[in-house]
C-alpha cells in the first residue's frame, strides 16, 4: 500500500509521515486477524502432529505388550507341557537309563497274527501328546536338555505348584459359591416361567425363558448374594436362618416377577376384548 505524502510543512521542508486514517486501521486490523488465524492453524497442526505421535506410541507400545504377552504365554505353555512329559529330572539328564529293557517272547505264527492288532491297538493309545514330547525331548543334546529345559522343566513344576495351590485355596470355594448362586438362579427362573404358564397357557414358553429375563432374575439373586455376605455383620446368628432367609429371599423374587408380568397380560387382554366388542 502507498503511504500518502504530506508537504507544506513549515520551512519549505516536505515531511513523510502516514497518515492515520480509516483506511490505515482496516488494514492493520485485517493484517492481525490473518496473522492470529495463523498462529491457531499453526498451534492446530502442532496439537495434531502431537496428537498423532502419541497415538502412534500407545499403538507401538500395545503391540509390544501384546507380543511380550504372547511369548511369556507361550514359554509358560512350553514349561507346564515339559513338567507334565517327565516324571523326574533325571529323565531329561540320562534318558538313557531309563530306557526299559526289552522283554522278547516268542510266539507261533498263528499267536503273532492275532496279537498283531492289539498290540498296533496299544501302541496308538500310548503314542500320544506325553510320549511324543518326551521322545522328542530326548533326541536333543543333553547340553540342550542340561541348559535349557531342565530349567524349563523346573518352572513348569512350580507353577503346577502356585496354580494348583490358587486353584485349590481361591479359585475352587469362589467357584463352587457362583455355582451355588447361578443354580439358585436357574431355579428361580424355571418356577417364575413354570407359574407364569400355568396363569397363561397361551403365552408360549420362549417369550417367558429368555435371555433378558434370566439377567433380570439374575441381577436379582446378585443382590440376594450380596445380602447374603452382609448379614453377617449385622446378625451374629444369620448362619442359622440363611436357608430361611434365601428361601423366602426366592419366593419374594418370584412374586415380584410373577405379579407385574400377570397385570400386563391381564390388561393386554381386556383391551383385545374390549378392540373386539367394538
Given at each position: 500500500?502507498?503511504?500518502?505524502?504530506?508537504?507544506?510543512?513549515?520551512?519549505?521542508?516536505?515531511?513523510?509521515?502516514?497518515?492515520?486514517?480509516?483506511?490505515?486501521?482496516?488494514?492493520?486490523?485485517?493484517?492481525?486477524?490473518?496473522?492470529?488465524?495463523?498462529?491457531?492453524?499453526l498451534n492446530k497442526k502442532r496439537s495434531k502432529g502431537k496428537d498423532q505421535a502419541h497415538g502412534?506410541?500407545?499403538?507401538?507400545?500395545?503391540?509390544k505388550g501384546?507380543?511380550?504377552?504372547?511369548?511369556?504365554?507361550?514359554?509358560?505353555?512350553a514349561c507346564l507341557t515339559i513338567s507334565g512329559a517327565f516324571d523326574s529330572p533325571s529323565e531329561?539328564?540320562?534318558?538313557?537309563?531309563?530306557?526299559?529293557?526289552?522283554?522278547?517272547?516268542?510266539?507261533?505264527?498263528?499267536e503273532a497274527l492275532d496279537a498283531a492288532p492289539e498290540a498296533e491297538k496299544?501302541?496308538?493309545?500310548?503314542?500320544?501328546?506325553?510320549?511324543?514330547?518326551?521322545?522328542?525331548?530326548?533326541?536333543?543334546?543333553?547340553?540342550?536338555?542340561?541348559?535349557?529345559?531342565?530349567?524349563?522343566?523346573?518352572?513348569g513344576m512350580v507353577l503346577t505348584k502356585v496354580l494348583g495351590a490358587f486353584f485349590t485355596t481361591v479359585m475352587a470355594p469362589v467357584l463352587a459359591a457362583v455355582l451355588k448362586w447361578v443354580i439358585f438362579a436357574l431355579v428361580v427362573f424355571?418356577?417364575?416361567?413354570?407359574?407364569?404358564?400355568?396363569i397363561f397357557p397361551d403365552i408360549p414358553f420362549s417369550k417367558i425363558f429368555t435371555l433378558k429375563n434370566f439377567l433380570y432374575v439374575l441381577l436379582a439373586v446378585v443382590v440376594l448374594a450380596l445380602l447374603d455376605k452382609a448379614m453377617p455383620l449385622v446378625f451374629s446368628d444369620y448362619r442359622k436362618w440363611a436357608d430361611v432367609f434365601k428361601f423366602t429371599a426366592g419366593l419374594l423374587i418370584v412374586i415380584l416377577s410373577v405379579v407385574p408380568v400377570s397385570?400386563?397380560?391381564?390388561?393386554?387382554?381386556?383391551?383385545?376384548?374390549?378392540?373386539?366388542?367394538?
Amino acid at each position: 500500500m502507498k503511504v500518502p505524502e504530506r508537504t507544506g510543512a513549515p520551512g519549505g521542508v516536505t515531511q513523510n509521515r502516514p497518515l492515520v486514517t480509516f483506511e490505515y486501521l482496516c488494514y492493520y486490523a485485517a493484517m492481525k486477524r490473518t496473522l492470529a488465524d495463523k498462529i491457531v492453524e499453526l498451534n492446530k497442526k502442532r496439537s495434531k502432529g502431537k496428537d498423532q505421535a502419541h497415538g502412534k506410541g500407545l499403538a507401538q507400545a500395545n503391540v509390544k505388550g501384546g507380543i511380550l504377552a504372547g511369548l511369556g504365554l507361550a514359554v509358560a505353555v512350553a514349561c507346564l507341557t515339559i513338567s507334565g512329559a517327565f516324571d523326574s529330572p533325571s529323565e531329561i539328564v540320562s534318558p538313557e537309563i531309563l530306557s526299559p529293557t526289552p522283554v522278547v517272547d516268542t510266539l507261533t505264527m498263528d499267536e503273532a497274527l492275532d496279537a498283531a492288532p492289539e498290540a498296533e491297538k496299544h501302541k496308538a493309545r500310548k503314542k500320544g501328546l506325553k510320549a511324543s514330547v518326551k521322545e522328542k525331548i530326548q533326541a536333543l543334546p543333553s547340553a540342550v536338555r542340561i541348559g535349557v529345559v531342565l530349567p524349563m522343566y523346573a518352572a513348569g513344576m512350580v507353577l503346577t505348584k502356585v496354580l494348583g495351590a490358587f486353584f485349590t485355596t481361591v479359585m475352587a470355594p469362589v467357584l463352587a459359591a457362583v455355582l451355588k448362586w447361578v443354580i439358585f438362579a436357574l431355579v428361580v427362573f424355571l418356577a417364575i416361567g413354570l407359574l407364569i404358564k400355568a396363569i397363561f397357557p397361551d403365552i408360549p414358553f420362549s417369550k417367558i425363558f429368555t435371555l433378558k429375563n434370566f439377567l433380570y432374575v439374575l441381577l436379582a439373586v446378585v443382590v440376594l448374594a450380596l445380602l447374603d455376605k452382609a448379614m453377617p455383620l449385622v446378625f451374629s446368628d444369620y448362619r442359622k436362618w440363611a436357608d430361611v432367609f434365601k428361601f423366602t429371599a426366592g419366593l419374594l423374587i418370584v412374586i415380584l416377577s410373577v405379579v407385574p408380568v400377570s397385570v400386563h397380560f391381564i390388561k393386554k387382554s381386556r383391551d383385545k376384548k374390549a378392540m373386539q366388542t367394538m
